[in-house]
């Protein structure tokens, strides 16, 4: 959270009173953050408005009520014991803790709280920063860290990740029986150690290369290559490898499998070609065997199983023919390459076209076959559906570093990864879960069958723009308009820049919909009962003053007409009945102005308020006490209705004199300080306090704290300073000072004022 | 000098009452008519039907809130005939509203003065009335 202001800004003889000043800073940024003042009591006696959109709580609800009341019942010890730190001093100079609180609707959430305490006082400030969404994406980030685990303890493959120096970072299960090392002596090795000698300068001159230039051409291919055991014996195997960033750190990982078994039996064929026809036949991957042009002459039954179609459909067929347009050509160089005889073998993965307008991914291996004499007699190739492998490796490589970038910043997500069938590749997030299966069960299905019909209908041309290359986002309502979201698809590349697929993240915004709706609503509730209430206040006082008038003037004339001519007790009524009706005038009175004070009929100009402030200060102390001593420090000019803002001076500056013992000389200190966009002003005097649990209280219409003999008033002034203060767009409040008296503070927009 | 007229257009009898105390208070010798809505100030002033030997007053005290034709209809009116406007007309209201002060302005008043709610205010106010427009002020000739 972020660290409060330091206190050494402001004179030190006032470090509390700094603090109450950061309190009063943050509030008038119109913090997002839970700020409230307790005592010792625990009872909270203020509050700022962000426990409103946090929790429901209004200031009201919550003034007097013990925070105790409002924590999560398991939270409740831990946070006594820490009291007991803080209030012992034990908790450090910053205590912080995290803790849960009920909002209105009985649902908690998560906050994390700084605490300062005023020992002379027992005061105790809270400051707390809403924590639930991060408390909820650490564990969506255990969960995907466990799913993680389970997937790579379950794979057939070796699945090995180092970082950019090439230590070893993970090793699964696997890993130790393919190579014979335990992870605790693989973890930290490099990966040199896991290949011969003789591989060594290549890969590091390779990496070097990737490290500098990003071309990386093992990355997202496969190749074969011998690694080495433990006890430095030798195996072939195949190897697919990734790259992927975490914290900005470059991160690879393969998954190699051990296809010792694949190469002894590609060489029993090629030694016993008379025997090829029936391990042709019976092989359970997929075999061709192909003229060295590429027409294809024989297919074996797997293959044709893999493709869906007989075999009198395949052969006679080139082999380009059965794959994907976009990568028909199976390599030219690499297969002249092969019959010139520079190379053995070739690997390649390609997208397959199968039956019904399907697509598989498979691994090709292509192997040349000699006549004894040397020359080229035919292609043997064998074909592995890999669609499934490819697609677990994608989503490992995923499910490490993406996800966890991802969504440990985007609670309440969903992202899809599709390919260019919209097939879904990943799904990760809650909402695929609330459809009713797991999540992982439903990738490799098309879109079409996982999502509600209507939503794919709805997200259809979306996914295909992807597809097509563009990036788009937009917010989306589900079609029973109950929900809200945040929808942003986008293409996926490879490492060469093809799009292979798409990418849909959505985010449920509709709780921040909802609030926003919520709040126009009743800000629009507000102003037209505002205005109702101003417009009778308004009509009221002007129909009371008229009989009224009547009432106190001819109680004057017969005072001053039959005084000292009817018996005394005659007397005495008239004087209470003159009294009273002149008490009535004086609130009618101050109702008109206050609800003038509403009434916005003022255009805003430019107010220089130090001049009016002196102004009034002066008007003040020479008709309260021309003794007192009202110092105006620098103040801005703003924005605003200059007689509005007379009157929030003049109530200000006045209570200021008026509350202050008889027997001392009022001071008064008007100050402003620019905090962030809003100018806070304050205005201190050295009166008689105010006991914080009136704080509120104080601003509301005819609220009085003391009886009209011990100070006159009829208590309205506040209530209209409130008024012009919100009417300008800021908020007032009051706070005793520590050292005695009461400072009001109140906040002004600081608009740009035209010169 | 000769006896001043002052023509009061009031409803309420109240008020009407709290004048004459005031004038009487202040021993002015003023003569006051009172008349309690507009139509009828129309017709005093016009000496019609129950008027027609009404005398043309020094001065109009003229009430906003009146029964049947209202204050700023009445002010319209006198304004609005060559026979009448050259009257002083004084607004003597208890709206204090900025958009009556200006409407009646726009009317061509010579005055407005919101009625004091207490009674000294009041009772001065009626006196300086009569000082300034009575006794200071240059009137149009009869």
Redesign the interface.
């Known amino acids: 959270m972020t660290p409060p202001p330091s206190a050494a800004t402001k004179s030190p003889p006032t470090v509390s009173l700094a603090g109450g000043e950061t309190l009063a800073a943050r509030l008038s940024t119109k913090t997002h953050d839970l700020l409230a003042a307790a005592g010792a009591d625990r009872r909270l006696t203020w509050t700022n408005p962000a426990w409103q959109p946090l929790l429901g709580w209004t200031a009201a609800d919550l003034g007097g009520t013990s925070y105790h009341q409002l924590l999560h019942p398991d939270d409740l010890e831990r946070v006594k014991a820490f009291e007991r730190d803080v209030l012992d001093g034990r908790a450090g100079d910053r205590p912080e803790i995290e803790l849960r609180l009920r909002g209105r609707d009985g649902a908690f959430r998560w906050f994390s709280f700084g605490v300062s305490h005023s020992p002379a006082d027992g005061l105790v400030f809270l400051s707390g920063k809403d924590i639930t969404a991060r408390k909820r994406s650490e564990q969506e980030l255990l969960a995907a860290e466990e799913r993680f685990r389970a997937v790579t303890g379950s794979t057939r493959d070796a699945i090995v990740s180092a970082d950019a120096g090439g230590q070893i970072i993970f090793w699964n299960a696997r890993a130790e029986e393919v190579f014979g090392r335990p992870a605790s002596e693989a973890l930290g090795m490099s990966l040199t150690d896991l290949m011969p000698e003789r591989y060594r300068d290549a890969h590091r001159a390779g990496v070097a290369r990737f490290l500098a230039t990003g071309d990386g051409r093992l990355m997202g291919s496969t190749a074969e290559l011998e690694g080495m055991r433990a006890d430095g014996s030798e195996f072939p195997l195949e190897l697919s490898l990734s790259s992927w960033t975490q914290n900005g750190e470059l991160r690879f990982t393969g998954a190699l499998r051990d296809v010792s078994n694949r190469v002894s039996d590609r060489r029993a064929l090629r030694e016993a070609e008379e025997r090829f026809a029936g391990a042709f036949e019976g092989a359970a991957v997929g075999l061709m065997l192909a003229a060295p042009d590429g027409t294809l002459l024989r297919v074996n039954h797997a293959l044709c199983e893999l493709t869906g179609r007989p075999g009198n459909a395949l052969t006679g067929r080139s082999l380009d023919e059965l794959l994907h347009p976009d990568e028909r050509c199976v390599d030219d160089d690499a297969l002249r390459a092969m019959l010139a005889g520079q190379t053995q073998r070739l690997a390649i993965e390609r997208r397959l076209l199968v039956a019904d307008d399907g697509v598989k991914v498979v691994r090709i291996n292509l192997s040349l076959i000699r006549s004894t004499d040397g020359e080229p007699l035919h292609f043997v190739g064998q074909i592995e559906d890999i669609t499934e492998r490819r697609g677990m490796v994608e989503a490992l490589t995923l499910s490490e570093a993406r996800y966890e970038g991802l969504m440990a910043h985007l609670p309440d997500s969903t992202m899809h990864l599709f390919d260019d069938e919209l097939r879904l590749l990943v799904s990760v997030g809650d909402r695929l879960r609330a459809h009713g299966d797991e999540a992982q069960a439903l990738e490799g299905r098309r879109l079409e069958e996982v999502l509600p019909p209507e939503s794919f209908e709805r997200m259809a041309g979306h996914y295909h723009a992807a597809l097509a290359g563009e990036s788009r986002s937009f917010d989306l309502d589900s079609s029973d308009g109950t929900a809200t979201y945040w929808v942003q698809t986008a293409p996926l590349r490879d490492d060469g820049g093809r799009i292979i697929g798409g990418m849909a993240l959505s985010r449920d915004i509709t709780a921040r919909r909802d609030a926003e709706r919520a709040l126009e609503d009743r800000a629009r509730e507000l102003e037209r009962s505002n205005a109702e209430l101003e417009e009778f206040a308004y009509v009221a006082s002007?129909d009371l003053?008229?009989p009224?008038?009547?009432v106190?003037?001819?109680l004057?004339?017969l005072r001053?007409r039959y005084h000292g001519e009817l018996d005394a007790d005659a007397d005495e009524f008239i004087d209470f009945a003159v009294d009273g009706a002149a008490r009535m005038?004086d609130l009618i009175?101050d109702l008109?102005t206050y609800s003038r004070a509403g009434r916005g009929?003022d255009a805003l100009e430019p107010v220089d308020t130090r001049a009016l402030a002196e102004r009034i200060a002066d008007g003040v102390a020479r008709v309260e006490h021309p003794e007192a001593r009202v110092t105006v420090g620098p103040l801005p000019t703003v924005l605003g209705d200059e007689q509005g803002l007379g009157q929030l001076f003049q109530n200000l500056i006045g209570n200021a004199v008026k509350f202050v013992p008889t027997d001392r000389v009022p001071e008064i200190e008007v100050s402003s300080e620019r905090v962030g966009n809003v100018w806070s002003f304050a205005v201190a005097d050295n009166g008689i306090g105010l006991d914080p649990a009136y704080a509120d209280r104080i601003f509301r219409m005819f609220q009085r704290l003391h009886t009209r003999d011990q100070y006159p008033g009829t208590g309205i002034g506040l209530a209209i300073a409130k008024k012009v203060v919100e009417r300008h767009g800021g908020t007032i409040w009051a706070e005793p000072r520590p050292e005695g008296g009461t400072r009001f503070h109140f906040t002004l927009p600081a608009t740009q004022v035209p010169a | 000098m000769t006896e001043r007229r002052i023509l009061l257009v009031e409803d309420?009898a109240?008020?009407v009452r709290?004048t004459r105390?005031a004038l009487r208070e202040a021993d002015l010798a003023v003569q006051l008519v009172a008349v309690p809505d507009g139509e009828q100030a129309l017709a005093f002033l016009r000496k019609e039907g129950a008027h027609h030997d009404a005398r043309r007053p020094d001065l109009i005290l003229l009430d906003l809130n009146l029964p049947r034709k209202n204050g700023l209809e009445v002010l319209e009116e006198i304004k609005g005939d060559p026979e009448l406007r050259r009257t002083p007309v004084l607004m003597l209201t208890?709206?204090?509203?900025?958009r009556d002060v200006s409407a009646c302005y726009d009317r061509g008043v010579n005055c407005y003065v919101v009625?004091p709610?207490?009674?000294?205010d009041?009772t001065g106010l009626v006196q300086e009335i009569n000082r300034f427009w009575l006794e200071v002020a240059r009137l149009p000739p009869h």
């Open positions: 002007h003053s008229e009224l008038r009547m106190s003037s001819y004057q004339l001053r005038r009175d008109l009929d | 309420n109240g008020d709290l105390e208890t709206s204090s509203s900025a009625k709610l207490d009674l000294d009041f």
